[in-house]
């Protein structure tokens, strides 16, 4: 009988070793907690290794867009220049108006609205100029600022109207370095940058060149960073992001790691590290100091 189900010719299977287990029949053995936390482990290990890269490079395409608003600034200046023969003024404040340099380029940014939309003639901060002064403008943000709001107003001016932000201001010179350099002047009166309040600069009075001084720098904490204000300017009194605190915010400073974007007068943007020599810092921010600098001094 057994005989009769063998297949001539066909030998039978070998026996397993008995040290190999015969495969399981029904559903496959489940993962032991050991085994689950070490794969919760390696996973863990892999997203620590991976979110630095992430944040690494989009903080530099936010600082490359950063890097892009200002060469588009510098182009509007020196369309403005073209047209007029200097650039605009810091701001026009003597007159009454205060209206600033960043409201004077607006027609180089492509925004002729608006621009045709202030009234030159009165104070950004009037109810004549409040809706245009209201309008955001992305050209004149950092995307690396962290912000909880898109608008400010000046409260020592009695603002009474809320304006947008801009996270760029005109240089109008080095004050003080306190404690950083003894036997600096303390003051920056008359103003030595290249932008300054109810004057009109044009490349002749730039004599330190215009590849070796910068025009406008990232100051996103100042009480005047609003782009339609005659007071969006600054000068520098410290090293690059460490402004004193009773300075209102309004020094060279930056969320991009280890330094800070700045415009030169020739329309070149350069990344300035913090860690750059103060004296190198301040022949920056000067427009005739007479400073010898050289390209790798900074």
């Known amino acids: 009988m057994l005989a009769s189900l063998c297949t001539p010719g066909v030998p039978h299977p070998a026996p397993l070793p008995p040290w190999i287990a015969p495969p399981r029949l029904g559903s496959p053995?489940?993962?032991?907690?050991?085994?689950?936390?070490v794969v919760i482990a390696i996973i863990a290990v892999l997203i620590a290794l991976l979110l630095p890269a992430v944040q690494a490079a989009r903080e530099a395409a936010r600082r490359s867009q950063c890097v892009n608003n200002l060469k588009q600034v510098g182009l509007a200046l020196h369309t403005y220049h073209d047209t007029n023969g200097t650039f605009p003024a810091g701001g026009w404040i003597a007159s009454g108006k205060?209206?600033?340099w960043s409201a004077a380029v607006l027609p180089g940014l492509e925004q002729r609205a608006v621009y045709d939309g202030l009234?030159?003639?009165?104070?950004?901060?009037?109810?004549?100029?409040?809706?245009?002064?209201?309008?955001v403008l992305n050209?004149?943000?950092?995307?690396?600022?962290?912000?909880?709001?898109?608008?400010?107003?000046?409260?020592?001016?009695?603002?009474?109207?809320?304006?947008a932000d801009a996270d760029y201001g005109g240089m109008v010179g080095p004050r003080g370095f306190y404690g950083y350099i003894p036997g600096l002047p303390?003051?920056?009166?008359?103003?030595?940058?290249?932008?300054?309040?109810?004057?009109?600069?044009?490349?002749?009075?730039i004599t330190d060149g215009t590849s070796q001084t910068i025009q406008i720098g990232e100051d996103p904490e100042a009480v005047n960073a609003l782009w339609a204000s005659g007071h969006n300017i600054f000068d520098q009194s410290a090293p690059i992001n460490a402004r004193p605190p009773f300075e209102y915010g309004e020094e060279l400073t930056s969320q991009h790691p280890g330094g800070v974007n700045v415009l030169f007068a020739d329309g070149s943007v350069h990344f300035l590290k913090q860690t750059m020599n103060p004296l190198v810092l301040i022949g920056l921010c000067t427009r005739a100091g007479g400073e010898t600098l050289s390209a790798d001094s900074y």
């Not at 053995?29 to 936390?37: K, S, V, Y």
């Not at 943000?141 to 000046?154: A, F, I």
């Not at 303390?186 to 309040?197: F, H, Q, S």
């Open 29 to 37: 053995r489940a993962f032991t907690l050991i085994e689950l936390l």
């Open 119 to 135: 009234n030159f003639s009165y104070p950004y901060n009037t109810w004549v100029n409040s809706t245009t002064a209201h309008t």
């Open 98 to 100: 205060d209206m600033g």
């Open 186 to 205: 303390i003051t920056n009166n008359p103003n030595r940058g290249a932008m300054t309040n109810d004057l009109c600069l044009g490349f002749p009075e």
């Open 139 to 163: 050209v004149y943000l950092c995307p690396s600022e962290p912000r909880k709001t898109l608008w400010g107003k000046n409260s020592n001016l009695g603002d009474q109207f809320l304006s």
